[in-house]
């Protein structure tokens, strides 16, 4: 199983961005799937995911200003963001679980977003 991300970057507050995560080694049926973000010396923090029924779940941080979706036809999860703002940068993770399990047990590698 492999998350990739991508579409990370600098860009300037107020300005929008989007990240996708291709996965590759399994089918999309029973799965649920997130974005998470860690900034150096916090914890991962939740911020959007979405289930196998494609019911959406946001922190109350990017509510309104971030979209999760996937299509699941390219293999491929978006998180769109718009109106960044400085707190929201960290290093943004997709991961995926079956939904009957509990853990995130994929994870990608990251990319870096960057809000000044």
């Known amino acids: 199983v492999q998350l990739v991300e991508s579409g990370g970057g600098s860009v300037r507050a107020g300005t929008s961005l989007t990240l996708t995560c291709v996965t590759s080694?399994?089918?999309?049926?029973?799965?649920?799937m997130g974005w998470f973000r860690q900034v150096p010396g916090k914890q991962r923090e939740k911020v959007a995911l979405i289930g196998s029924d494609r019911a959406t779940h946001y922190s109350q941080s990017v509510k309104g200003r971030f979209t999760i979706s996937k299509d699941s036809a390219k293999n491929t999860l978006y998180l769109q963001m718009n109106s960044l703002q400085t707190d929201d940068t960290a290093v943004y993770y997709c991961?995926?679980?079956?939904?009957?399990?509990?853990?995130?047990?994929?994870w990608g590698q990251g990319t870096q977003v960057t809000v000044s």
């Open positions: 991961a995926a679980r079956m939904c009957h399990v509990a853990q995130y047990n994929y």
């Open positions: 080694g399994y089918t999309d049926d029973g799965h649920c």
